[in-house]
């Protein structure tokens, strides 16, 4: 390190033309004019003819690079970078030389005295060293970080240094992730523990439910917002409801007051879930079976039918037919452009019989003592770019009836009801290549794995209780309704009477009914 205080006018090659000093010439010297100045420079300052061994390597420095084309140009770049760069007396210095960077370790606590302890300098601007390039490994100061350099077969770069901050800043991100990971992992060993999403449906279903409450007629209507949280099947004998009981906590009671009429589930300090009329009375003779999970978020009630073998078109007084159904009063075939619904009818029902109503938010069904149903569409909201689309083109859906004859000659009429879908928006044709989107296409809530949702809105199974349903009825008779699920498509629905025809998920809940039928907690 110099000991002049002037630490700048020892710093050499300061503007980036010291090798053209060097050989006397100007920057502009041709190729010509270096090797002429070379040789005459050449015979004076070697050694043999008396000249200095510092000065005439200097000189063969200097003829090297200059003499290389591409060597030269990455110095008059470099000079390029240099020239007003070092300005005299911008900061003050400190006795021998160290300046501003001495000052800046002693504010971080370093001591360093350039009289008697050996400081690494920079090979730029021989300021004391804090850094070094990656790419040549060049000792440079914070300073020289911020412009190029270039230093034996690597060319003018950037220097790539060790930024301390950005370690600093990963370990902070990483903190963070692990502190919000302990916070989610104790939350989810509280069994009372709600997501975003639960929470969102808790205050959707109180609303509504203490909504229903204020009504004189709330046995006999049906409301989706509530009728979600539950389903329905049945078998010869028995009648199976599952529900997802929004408000249930493991340290809250779950009372069930049920007779022949009608029933009502209701949590510790919580509005019901379920308060309604039954369309068909119950045998009361027989126990109400009923179970639920430790939690009390999901519950189970098998009914025995007042009379066996008679199939229960509602459950509910005031609903439509096959509402929350396992298995709906209709068979659906979904298409590209359409929706079809085939209803099997008596062979004596004619025309006059049938009023089809084609809303713009649902469908109306009514044969003359047969079916009395209404059913929603599913809903498409809007995206910012386009308000939301109809899901049904009223104008283009008809419907027909047609004769049919069983493979055992039993005469019978099909109700035929074909919903257009609406023609394509102009998103689907800009943005989604013509690709209609529709239910199926549709993000389910909380699920970012599986898409689609059931064309009406009363079929819709948010929950898996359709799976419940299935174990249930499988266990009593070996056979189940299996419906196909929005996302599984090519797959239509069916009756399984094999074990291995049911889901994973409903083998999983048979495994565990039996577990319990075992322990007669079921």
């Known amino acids: 390190m110099p000991k002049d205080p002037d630490h700048w006018s020892q710093v050499e090659d300061i503007d980036g033309q010291e090798l053209y000093r060097i050989l006397g010439l100007h920057p502009g010297a041709s190729l010509d004019e270096i090797r002429q100045a070379f040789r005459a420079l050449a015979k004076k300052l070697h050694p043999d003819k008396g000249g200095s061994a510092r000065a005439f390597g200097r000189l063969q420095d200097a003829f090297r690079t200059l003499s290389d084309p591409k060597a030269r140009s990455v110095y008059d770049d470099w000079a390029k970078e240099l020239e ?78 060790n930024s301390d901050h950005m370690r600093t800043r990963l370990a902070k991100r990483e903190f963070e992730k692990k502190r919000l990971e302990d916070a989610q992992r104790l939350a989810l060993q509280n069994p009372n523990h709600r997501t975003e999403s639960e929470l969102q449906d808790i205050r959707g279903f109180k609303a509504a439910a203490y909504e229903m409450l204020d009504r004189k007629d ?109 298995e709906p009063p209709y068979k659906m075939s979904e298409m590209v452009d359409e929706v079809v619904l085939d209803f099997v009818v008596p062979f004596w029902i004619d025309s006059e019989d049938v009023k089809v109503a084609f809303r713009p938010k649902g469908i109306s069904v009514q044969v003359r003592n047969t079916v ?112 196909s699920k929005p996302w599984q498509s090519g797959i239509e629905s069916k009756v399984v009477e094999d074990v291995a025809g049911l889901s994973q998920e409903v083998q999983e809940h048979l495994e565990r009914l039996l577990d319990e039928e075992e322990r007669n907690d079921f």
């Open 218 to 326: 709330r046995l006999v209507t049906f409301d989706m917002r509530l009728a979600r949280f539950y389903m329905w099947a049945q078998t010869d004998d028995n009648v199976y409801i599952a529900v997802r009981v929004p408000t249930g906590y493991e340290d809250k009671e779950l009372l069930l007051d049920c007779n022949q009429s009608g029933i009502n589930l209701q949590p510790e300090d919580s509005p019901p879930v379920i308060q309604r009329a039954f369309d068909n009375p119950v045998d009361a003779s027989k126990p109400i079976e009923s179970f639920r999970t430790k939690d009390n978020r999901m519950f189970t009630i098998a009914l025995s039918k007042a009379q066996p073998g008679e199939t229960w078109l509602r459950l509910f007084r005031g609903d439509s037919d096959g509402a929350r159904c396992l």
């Open 84 to 161: 007003f760069r070092y300005v005299r007396g911008v900061a003050g210095r400190a006795e021998g030389g160290e300046g501003v960077l001495l000052d800046d370790f002693a504010n971080m606590g370093i001591h360093c005295d350039p009289a008697t302890q050996l400081v690494v300098t920079c090979e730029v601007c021989r300021r004391p060293s804090n850094r070094e390039c990656w790419t040549c490994g060049m000792k440079i100061c914070e300073f020289c970080t911020l412009k190029r350099h270039w230093k034996d077969g690597f060319p003018l770069h950037w220097p790539l240094i």
């Open 372 to 483: 009395s149903l209404y059913r929603e569409y599913w809903t498409r909201a809007g995206d910012g770019r386009q308000a939301a689309a109809a899901a049904v083109d009223a104008d283009n859906s008809t419907w027909s009836l047609d004769n049919e004859v069983s493979a055992s000659g039993q005469k019978s009429r099909v109700l035929s009801i074909l919903l257009a879908r609406p023609p394509l928006t102009e998103d689907e044709i800009k943005w989604k290549k013509g690709v209609r989107q529709d239910n199926q296409s549709k993000e389910r809530s909380g699920s970012m794995v599986q898409k689609g949702v059931r064309f009406f809105r009363e079929d819709e199974d948010e929950f898996g209780l359709e799976d419940i349903l299935q174990a249930l009825c499988f266990l009593e008779t070996g056979v189940s309704f299996v419906p």
